[in-house]
């Protein structure tokens, strides 16, 4: 096997168009810019495949880029074959109403364990999860996405989730900062504006500060603009990145922009500028997604300027492990909460 280059990591976090390796994707991958790659369903084959591709992406660097998937459960689970299907997320709201909160708890940390077992068992870095926006009924992109509509409970729920997942090493990233769950309109295609004001927002904020209290290492901003409070999206104000997020509530961690591709973040303009003012608001680490020439523009205009420093590495993975009875039992109880739970 080739010697892995040494290269640091940069900021951007990019796709690829199949389920293996093309000499074109590596190229790209080895460019200097280039910090991480997501996966979608047309990458994940099977979990044998997927660990394969892993195991080949990660040979090619040194640091080993990262390696994310958005592998939340319901409607939202990349990799279907070969590991557990999980039941929406908000089926632990439906078993803390149900069977208490306690009980829900445990689930939560069951979830997190298994999730972060088997990602990590094939490789892959960061799951995009867990989704911690408010179900307020009125966003059909969140949904079921969300773990419940009491702020409270949604904080319980996920801080659980994610310390599951830390304890197999598997790096968590909660989103959509401040709460995309009071919008209708689909950040995909347009750019939703929440008119609420700052203290109407503080229930959908709640959740996020016990995300940061819990130690969750990466967040990611909504492509929504908070009219009342910023005329930028979050993922572009540095009121909500640098001012509350940082400063007010203290998070230390990577703050990880959405897919800069999507309707929503176009308000800044083309792609250039778009990479620009996320990392201007404090963005470290960039999605553009399917988009593969939008993708190589970004990295031809990194490559012209002066980048900071950045703190990529703390999102790695780390080494998982789990015996054979504790894996199985854990199966068996997220079997239990998706045939009890996972459909309201």
Not at 64 to 88: H, K, M, W, Y
Not at 128 to 133: A, G, V
Request: glycine share 10%; proline share 6%.
């Amino acid at each position: 096997m080739n010697t892995p280059t040494k290269l640091p990591l940069g900021p951007l976090m990019i796709d690829i168009p199949g389920p293996q390796l093309r000499a074109a994707d590596r190229e790209r991958l080895l460019h200097p810019a280039v910090g991480g790659i997501i996966l979608f369903a047309r990458n994940c084959e099977s979990a044998e495949q997927v660990q394969e591709l892993c195991t080949e992406i990660h040979a090619l660097r040194d640091p080993q880029l990262l390696i994310a998937i958005d592998q939340e459960g319901g409607r939202v689970q990349r990799l279907r074959s070969g590991v557990t299907r999980f039941p929406p997320q908000a089926s632990l709201g439906r078993m803390a109403e149900g069977e208490g909160l306690d009980a829900a708890r445990g689930t939560a940390e069951i979830w997190g364990e298994l999730l972060g077992y088997e990602l990590r068992q094939l490789g892959i870095d960061i799951d995009f999860t867990p989704c911690i926006d408010l179900d307020a009924g009125v966003s059909s992109v969140i949904g079921d996405r969300a773990l419940h509509r009491d702020p409270f409970l949604v904080g319980e729920l996920a801080s659980h989730l994610w310390q599951g997942m830390d304890r197999q090493g598997l790096t968590g990233v909660a989103k959509h900062f401040p709460g995309h769950g009071n919008v209708a309109a689909d950040s995909h295609h347009e750019l939703p504006e929440d008119s609420r004001s700052r203290s109407e927002l503080e229930e959908d904020l709640r959740p996020f500060r016990r995300m940061v209290a819990a130690g969750i290492p990466a967040i990611m901003p909504a492509h929504v603009r908070y009219s009342a409070c910023d005329s930028l999206p979050a993922g572009y104000s540095s009121y909500w990145l640098q001012r509350l997020l940082r400063n007010e509530m203290g998070f230390t961690g990577v703050i990880v922009s959405d897919d800069l591709s999507m309707a929503g973040a176009c308000l800044a303009g083309d792609i250039a500028a778009r990479v620009d003012s996320a990392l201007a608001a404090g963005c470290e680490l960039l999605l553009i997604c399917n988009d593969e020439d939008a993708a190589n523009r970004a990295m031809q205009h990194c490559s012209n300027q002066k980048l900071p420093n950045f703190r990529l590495e703390r999102l790695q993975g780390r080494p998982s492990h789990l015996d054979t009875m504790r894996l199985v039992a854990h199966r068996h109880c997220i079997e239990h909460l998706s045939e009890k739970f996972g459909n309201p």
